[in-house]
């Protein structure tokens, strides 16, 4: 073999070489971005299950503010006992109609 034969040899070696490794790393990088996507994209998806989650849990609180302002009322609390708890006025009758179904 000649010398030029064998530095060619060397050149098409070192060439294949850093062919597979730039190959090598191109596929770790893509492989590592995404698993970042997929990661990003789970927790936008978590994000928007959450968003609607915290409007639903302010509207419940609006709710019990609400509840907790006509608690304070007397004249609620009683109405509200008897028609709950079928309470009655001094001289006055309960008489419970079934719901239709």
Same mark, same amino acid.
């Given at each position: 073999?000649?010398?030029?034969?064998?530095?060619?040899?060397?050149?098409?070696?070192?060439?294949?070489?850093?062919?597979?490794?730039?190959?090598?790393?191109?596929?770790?990088?893509?492989?590592?971005?995404?698993?970042?996507?997929?990661?990003?994209?789970?927790? @936008?998806?978590?994000? &928007?299950? %959450?968003?609607?989650?915290?409007? !639903?849990?302010?509207? =419940?609180?609006? #709710?019990? /503010?609400?509840?907790?302002?006509?608690?304070?009322?007397?004249?609620?609390?009683?109405? @509200?006992?008897?028609? &709950?708890? %079928?309470?009655?006025?001094?001289? !006055?009758?309960?008489? =419970?109609?079934? #719901?239709? /179904?």
């Amino acid at each position: 073999m000649s010398l030029k034969q064998q530095a060619k040899k060397k050149k098409k070696r070192r060439f294949l070489l850093f062919g597979l490794t730039s190959i090598a790393v191109l596929t770790l990088m893509t492989l590592t971005i995404g698993k970042y996507w997929v990661t990003i994209y789970e927790k @936008y998806q978590e994000k &928007k299950e %959450l968003e609607k989650e915290l409007l !639903e849990l302010k509207a =419940k609180e609006k #709710e019990l /503010e609400l509840d907790a302002k006509k608690l304070q009322d007397s004249e609620y609390i009683a109405r @509200y006992a008897r028609e &709950k708890y %079928l309470y009655s006025k001094d001289g !006055e009758f309960i008489i =419970k109609i079934p #719901e239709d /179904e």
